[in-house]
């Protein structure tokens, strides 16, 4: 069991967490696989990354991986304080996503690389 402190309006609680069902060597070995809305593990495409240019989740994936692209044609619709934003190709070429709609990213992930 985990004890943890947690604070709501101003007052604290001591709540106590205890894991039931699997090992936690199982666990680690659960978060090795992707599920959907996470990020992908790294890419292993050689090209132009595209980065996240702030914090927020993947709304929508415009083009099919793989699909090829133009310079500044949309490809991610990143929503970010509820507002939707259009992210664009930095150049031609073939896409490859790291990302599946619904996953969080930070500032500066690799949304995808474009080669």
């Known amino acids: 069991m985990r004890n943890f402190i947690v604070t709501i309006d101003g007052k ?26 996470e990020a992908k593990p790294k890419l292993s495409a050689v090209g132009q990354n595209v980065l996240s240019p702030f914090p927020g989740i993947i709304k929508n994936l415009l083009v099919a991986d793989g699909s090829v692209v133009k310079k500044d044609q949309a490809i991610i619709v990143l929503e970010a304080m509820k507002m939707d ?24 992930a690799v949304l995808a690389v474009i080669g």
Not at 96 to 101: D, E, I, L, N, Y
């Open 85 to 108: 934003n259009e992210i664009t190709a930095p150049c031609g070429g073939k896409v490859t996503f790291g990302v599946s709609k619904g996953a969080n990213v930070e500032t500066n």
């Open 12 to 37: 604290s609680y001591s709540v106590g967490v205890e894991e039931v069902g699997e090992s936690e060597n199982e666990n680690r070995d659960m978060r090795k696989t992707p599920v959907a809305g």
